[in-house]
């Protein structure tokens, strides 16, 4: 599809990530409904991209609320035909099992998982009307294994890469395609920082190895070009980690 006749959008538009992923596609030309819980922290995003001939418009949204999902996506689809539709929520925390409160694996449950289910449902609605479309989910590696402290966060990913690996091969027949993208790494944003300087101090963080975190422009490329894969060579998931990454 013409990127300048296409709209792209992507929920969980965050500072880091999402950010990332609405200004690579804006760049190439198509016009991105970024949406985040506090839409008014995308002002300075969607005025950078405005300000560079880009359109991008950002809206507050709740993904966990149906009927702010389904109006955020048909609005995205009436400016453009939606060709693109990414939920990038990650919802990571991590808890002692006994210390998780039912609160918080409920709210992670309904933030990484649910809200991938709601996503998934209304773009496939719009983009089954026109026969194309794409849809992508930003996995982790907390959807492949579980670990010490992530009872919620991981049962929540791995419900999501269920849920995007259902979707796969139902929609991918009727050329949707489907992917799920696990990042099996932290990711360079100034909460893993914090992290790494709480656990390992403050020179550790001074020295951090240039290998260690990935960087959010390179997950957006990492989208750019699942997008551009032709369809008699669609791949499902992809894992990307950084060179220094052991696994």
Not at 56 to 85: H, M, Q, W, Y
Not at 102 to 129: D, H, I, S
Request: hydrophobic content about 45%; proline content about 3%; charged content about 25%.
């Amino acid at each position: 599809m013409d990127a300048r006749n296409a709209s792209v959008a992507v929920i969980g538009a965050g500072d880091y990530i999402g950010g990332a992923i609405v200004r690579k596609f804006a760049a190439e030309g198509f016009t991105v409904f970024a949406g985040r819980r506090q839409g008014e922290k995308l002002a300075p995003l969607i005025a950078a991209i405005t300000a560079q001939g880009g359109r991008a418009f950002g809206n507050s949204l709740d993904a966990r609320k149906e009927d702010e999902v389904t109006a955020f996506l048909k609005t995205a689809d009436a400016a453009a035909p939606l060709d693109i539709c990414v939920f990038n929520i990650g919802a990571n925390v991590n808890f002692p099992l006994v210390e998780t409160t039912e609160r918080v694996f409920r709210k992670v449950w309904e933030m990484a998982c649910y809200a991938g289910f709601l996503t998934a449902r209304e773009a496939a609605r719009l983009m089954l009307a026109r026969g194309r479309g794409n849809i992508f989910f930003t996995g982790a590696t907390a959807g492949l294994r579980g670990g010490v402290g992530y009872a919620a966060f991981a049962s929540a990913k791995f419900g999501l890469r269920a849920l995007a690996q259902s979707a796969a091969r139902e929609l991918g027949p009727k050329n949707i395609h489907v992917a799920h993208l696990i990042i099996d790494a932290g990711v360079d944003t100034a909460w893993v920082r914090e992290r790494i300087r709480e656990r390992e101090g403050e020179a550790a963080l001074a020295h951090l190895d240039p290998g260690r975190l990935m960087r959010p422009e390179s997950v957006a490329e990492a989208y750019w070009q699942i997008y551009q894969e032709p369809r008699d060579a669609w791949s499902f998931e992809r894992e990307i980690r950084p060179f220094a990454e052991k696994w």
